[in-house]
């Protein structure tokens, strides 16, 4: 009677140390299963950041190939007016042809400006128009010299020039279906021009090509050209934006 006794409960130890063992590897397995579901899921999150990164890179790589273009449309602009600077530099040498020369020289410089501004993206207007004309005005003027009306076309050149390197907001208005509206505007050199209202209802950008103002859909451009009035405005630190850029044209 003892053996069995001593058997059954030797039979009971080894069943509750079977089951022991069981609900551990079962307890095991079920932490490796959930360490592969996260795991599983860490790749997929990381998958999907792969993919917003390749396609983000795809579109600044656009960007850059348009700039590409448009600083080698710009760069043979700048050529065109060393190698007039060049031409200007040998004429000095004879003060007899300058004197003769500067005065017509100056007025086709001030045409060609005006004509340049017209036809270029029209940001600041009023400014630049205005500045022309006092180039216009100070040519006419007998007590002025030479040399001062030539610094003064030269220098409005220089403003000019400076603008394609820089970066701005300031506020205005536009003409948006026969309804004037006040606006903030955003330049980006001379690649973009963008406007915003304060309300942030309608923003909008100048198609250079088409010549013309075109309103951007909100949920692409709303909150970038937002950052890059705040950036231009100097509210927030210099950041990388997504801006529309118009299709470079190449030169003639």
Same mark, same amino acid.
Request: net charge positive; with cysteine.
């Given at each position: 009677?003892?053996?069995?006794? +001593?058997?059954?409960? !030797? ?16 307890? @095991? ?5 959930? %360490? ?6 860490? /790749? ?5 950041? =792969?993919?917003?990164? &390749? ?18 449309? !710009?760069? @043979?602009? &700048?050529?065109?007016?060393? @190698? ?13 042809? /300058? ?13 060609? *400006?005006?004509?340049? /501004?017209? *036809? ?14 006092? !180039? ?20 409005? #050149?220089?403003? %000019?020039?400076? #603008? ?6 300031? @506020? ?8 004037? *509206?006040?606006?903030?505007? +955003? ?5 973009? +021009?963008? #406007? ?5 209802? !309608? ?20 909150? =970038?050209?937002?950052?890059?009035? %705040?950036? =231009? ?6 950041? +990388? ?9 190449? =030169?003639?």
């Amino acid at each position: 009677m003892k053996h069995i006794v +001593l058997l059954l409960c !030797l039979g009971l130890a080894t069943t509750a140390w079977s089951q022991s063992k069981v609900d551990q590897l079962t307890a @095991k397995e079920k932490a490796r299963i959930e %360490e592969g579901q996260k795991a599983q899921k860490k /790749i997929e999150k990381i998958d999907d950041q =792969a993919a917003d990164l &390749l396609s983000d890179y795809k579109t600044e790589l656009k960007v850059v190939e348009g700039l590409k273009v448009y600083n080698q449309l !710009l760069q @043979k602009q &700048l050529n065109n007016q060393m @190698k007039e600077m060049d031409n200007l530099r040998e004429s000095i040498r004879n003060v007899s042809v /300058i004197e003769r020369q500067i005065v017509p020289l100056m007025i086709r410089m001030v045409d060609a *400006l005006e004509d340049f /501004i017209a *036809l270029d993206v029209p940001f600041l207007m009023e400014e630049r128009t205005k500045r022309v004309k006092r !180039l216009r005005e100070i040519l006419e003027r007998a007590d002025v010299t030479n040399a001062e009306k030539f610094r003064r076309v030269i220098e409005a #050149y220089q403003i %000019e020039n400076d #603008y394609g390197r820089t970066l701005e907001t300031y @506020k205005g208005s536009i003409d948006n279906n026969g309804k004037t *509206l006040e606006v903030e505007f +955003l330049r980006v050199g001379r690649v973009v +021009l963008a #406007y915003q209202t304060s309300s942030g209802d !309608l923003t909008g950008a100048w198609d250079q090509e088409n010549r013309k103002w075109v309103e951007l859909p909100p949920a692409e451009f709303k909150k =970038a050209i937002r950052k890059g009035l %705040e950036i =231009a405005s100097k509210q927030t630190a210099p950041d +990388l934006i997504v801006l529309p850029v118009s299709a470079p044209r190449s =030169a003639k």
